[in-house]
């Protein structure tokens, strides 16, 4: 077996091993119903919602994944806005009810950070992020949803990349590392600078900051933004002259790591735009000087932000000598899968990956099954809006690695008005209640995944 068949084959069984189960789906819903318990029980956040977003809603999560919340205030038809006092006030009530509820564990509330964030381990061991009116952060899990229903090799490489950067510890913003959203977009950005591209500068399907485009009446906002990803999205995917990229899962993941070996040197001169799809000299973007940052990755739905903000002088240098030690190790005459493996993923993960049966592979020469452009179309993700709500159900996020490419189309994400289902019963579906329903759906049918999926 050669060096790239190895590593094909070792990244298949990781996958296998990362991949979310049923029973992981179904804690996580149980988690949310839970939540929404405690917010409903707190007199002022009566009427807000309990939504969904993070790596959960872009299907970007792993078995051993965190799971976003955001409380959504109401504010009638339109977005709400409060200021950071008042966020910190209402998760300090928040933190109060969790804390007679009792069951929560390793109960942290951040209340420097730019976005407040009340953090706790709840049942399932799952680690949950709870923060206040955070549409911005649900918008962006949905279009990172969408981008990885142009081509599933993006979903396979996030979830790899996040083991990998995990097992190097450098996934952590807390510690001056990256972040999981961060390591999101380096893996966009590569798919835009590999020859020939597997993904478009993102202004291509969103053109302005997104961020700025969340005013007003929600239903509105949101549904402009979606239809604009969908028509765009729709266009590169029937451009029939577009170049494919048919390079196997291994051969992206060796790509990936070669590309950012250079990292801090290259930091200190340039930034990564996702937005444009290339490297940007820091001294010609008026957006971002001054340069205060280690590292820029530019957030593409909320320029000039830098999703890679937090991380520090010293941890960018341990960052690159990941990148130089695991290309090193994957370009090796004498690479083997023991060594890979504990390269690639933690200990406890590696327990996983043994158990894998060696003769298993679904992978081919040409990566995992990868969505190639221009096979098929997206519909408009919120088609809903021109209907009553009563007429549609969740869509789950598909997983695009078990799905046929031309019998699927891409639907909206899971979003949490349309998980409000109180009964949380997997046999039991309910309807909308009335027409006055439009933007916070009180029932709904709730998706669960099918075993063996």
């Given at each position: 077996?050669?060096?790239?068949?190895?590593?094909?084959?070792?990244?298949?069984?990781?996958?296998?091993?990362?991949?979310?189960?049923?029973?992981?789906?179904?804690?996580?819903?149980?988690?949310?119903?839970?939540?929404?318990?405690?917010?409903?029980?707190?007199?002022?956040?009566?009427?807000?919602?309990?939504?969904?977003?993070?790596?959960?809603?872009?299907?970007?999560?792993?078995?051993?994944?965190?799971?976003?919340?955001?409380?959504?205030?109401?504010?009638?038809?339109?977005?709400?806005?409060?200021?950071?006092?008042?966020?910190?006030?209402?998760?300090?009530?928040?933190?109060?009810?969790?804390?007679?509820?009792?069951?929560?564990?390793?109960?942290?509330?951040?209340?420097?950070?730019?976005?407040?964030?009340?953090?706790?381990?709840?049942?399932?061991n799952i680690s949950c992020d709870i923060s206040i009116n955070n549409l911005s952060g649900q918008m962006k899990s949905k279009i990172l949803y969408w981008i990885n229903m142009i081509d599933g090799r993006f979903r396979d490489m996030v979830l790899l990349v996040k083991e990998w950067a995990k097992a190097h510890n450098i996934n952590d913003s807390k510690t001056g590392t990256l972040n999981s959203y961060s390591l999101s977009l380096l893996v966009v950005f590569h798919f835009q600078t590999c020859v020939?591209?597997?993904?478009?500068?993102?202004?291509?399907?969103?053109?302005?900051?997104?961020?700025?485009?969340?005013?007003?009446?929600?239903?509105?906002?949101?549904?402009?933004?979606?239809?604009?990803?969908?028509?765009?999205?729709?266009?590169?995917?029937?451009?029939?002259?577009?170049?494919?990229?048919?390079?196997?899962?291994?051969?992206?993941?060796?790509?990936?790591?070669?590309?950012?070996?250079?990292?801090?040197?290259?930091?200190?001169?340039?930034?990564?735009?996702?937005?444009?799809?290339?490297?940007?000299?820091?001294?010609?973007?008026?957006?971002?000087?001054?340069?205060?940052?280690?590292?820029?990755?530019?957030?593409?739905?909320?320029?000039?932000?830098?999703?890679?903000?937090?991380?520090?002088?010293?941890?960018?240098?341990?960052?690159?000598?990941?990148?130089?030690?695991?290309?090193?190790?994957?370009?090796?005459?004498?690479?083997?899968?023991?060594?890979?493996?504990?390269?690639?993923?933690?200990?406890?993960?590696?327990?996983?990956?043994?158990?894998?049966?060696?003769?298993?592979?679904?992978?081919?020469?040409?990566?995992?099954?990868?969505?190639?452009?221009?096979?098929?179309?997206?519909?408009?993700?919120?088609?809903?809006?021109?209907?009553?709500?009563?007429?549609?159900?969740?869509?789950?996020?598909?997983?695009?690695?078990?799905?046929?490419?031309?019998?699927?189309?891409?639907?909206?994400?899971?979003?949490?008005?349309?998980?409000?289902?109180?009964?949380?019963?997997?046999?039991?579906?309910?309807?909308?209640?009335?027409?006055?329903?439009?933007?916070?759906?009180?029932?709904?049918?709730?998706?669960?995944?099918?075993?063996?999926?």
């Open positions: 077996m050669n060096g790239y068949s190895l590593l094909e084959h070792t990244l298949q069984n990781i996958l296998h091993s990362i991949n979310p189960s049923e029973e992981d789906w179904s804690m996580r819903f149980q988690l949310i119903h839970e939540l929404r318990a405690v917010v409903e029980s707190i007199e002022i956040l009566r009427g807000a919602t309990v939504e969904p977003f993070g790596s959960f809603v872009s299907n970007l999560f792993t078995r051993w994944g965190d799971l976003d919340i955001s409380i959504e205030l109401p504010n009638g038809l339109h977005i709400s806005a409060a200021g950071k006092k008042c966020k910190l006030n209402l998760l300090g009530d928040v933190l109060k009810a969790l804390r007679a509820k009792g069951g929560c564990r390793k109960l942290q509330f951040i209340t420097n950070a730019r976005v407040p964030i009340l953090k706790f381990q709840g049942n399932y020939p591209a597997i993904l478009p500068p993102l202004k291509e399907i969103y053109p302005g900051s997104m961020v700025d485009d969340l005013t007003g009446v929600r239903a509105s906002a949101e549904k402009f933004i979606e239809e604009t990803c969908a028509m765009n999205i729709n266009r590169l995917m029937s451009n029939k002259s577009r170049a494919i990229n048919r390079s196997s899962l291994s051969e992206l993941f060796i790509s990936f790591i070669a590309k950012f070996c250079n990292i801090s040197s290259r930091a200190s001169a340039q930034g990564i735009s996702p937005f444009t799809g290339q490297w940007e000299d820091i001294v010609s973007n008026m957006r971002w000087l001054p340069k205060t940052y280690t590292i820029f990755v530019e957030d593409p739905f909320e320029q000039p932000l830098n999703s890679a903000r937090g991380v520090s002088t010293k941890q960018l240098t341990r960052i690159e000598e990941a990148f130089r030690s695991t290309h090193f190790m994957l370009c090796s005459s004498n690479l083997n899968e023991n060594e890979v493996i504990s390269t690639l993923v933690k200990p406890h993960v590696s327990k996983f990956v043994a158990r894998i049966s060696g003769n298993q592979n679904n992978y081919s020469r040409n990566g995992l099954r990868p969505q190639l452009q221009g096979q098929r179309a997206i519909k408009p993700p919120l088609q809903a809006h021109h209907q009553h709500q009563a007429q549609r159900a969740i869509h789950p996020p598909l997983r695009a690695q078990h799905q046929p490419q031309a019998q699927r189309p891409i639907n909206p994400p899971l979003q949490a008005h349309q998980l409000q289902d109180k009964r949380m019963n997997r046999n039991q579906n309910s309807t909308v209640q009335g027409p006055t329903q439009a933007i916070r759906v009180q029932t709904q049918t709730v998706w669960r995944p099918k075993s063996g999926v």
